[in-house]
Nanobody, 119 residues
Framework: QVQLVESGGGLVQPGGSLRLSCAASGSIFSINTLSWYRRPPGKERELVAVITSGGRTNYADSVKGRFTGSRDNAKNTFYLQMNNLKPEDTAVYYC?????????????WGQGTQVTVSS
């Protein structure tokens, strides 16, 4: 059984920063592509950032230059550093990972963490 547990969300003022964490646990052989998604209120889920197994990152245009994704393979944990937050960043943020358990790769989701940007 593999679990992704998120932490780090909260209420922050515009221009502030937060760091989200996503810790993977269980019978993990390897962690491949990692992603962060968000669902703004009343909107569809959208992709925010992707971190490849090699450490390359890609970002949605709306967060480029403000958000940074990273991974600590030794801890099976990945992060989303969010700087210069704007009210439109308000959303529930989800981590997503492609994880190989024994010989099978599956997709896993975190439980979601609320980020609210407001003065």
């Amino acid at each position: 059984q593999v679990q992704l547990v998120e932490s780090g969300g909260g209420l922050v003022q515009p221009g502030g920063s937060l760091r989200l964490s996503c810790a993977a646990s269980g019978s993990i052989f390897s962690i491949n592509t990692l992603s962060w998604y968000r669902r703004p209120p009343g909107k569809e889920r959208e992709l925010v950032a992707v971190i490849t197994s090699g450490g390359r990152t890609n970002y949605a245009d709306s967060v480029k230059g403000r958000f940074t994704g990273s991974r600590d393979n030794a801890k099976n944990t990945f992060y989303l550093q969010m700087n210069n937050l704007k009210p439109e960043d308000t959303a529930v943020y989800y981590c997503n990972a492609l994880i190989t358990v024994f010989t099978t790769m599956n997709e896993y989701w975190g439980q979601g963490t609320q980020v609210t940007v407001s003065s």
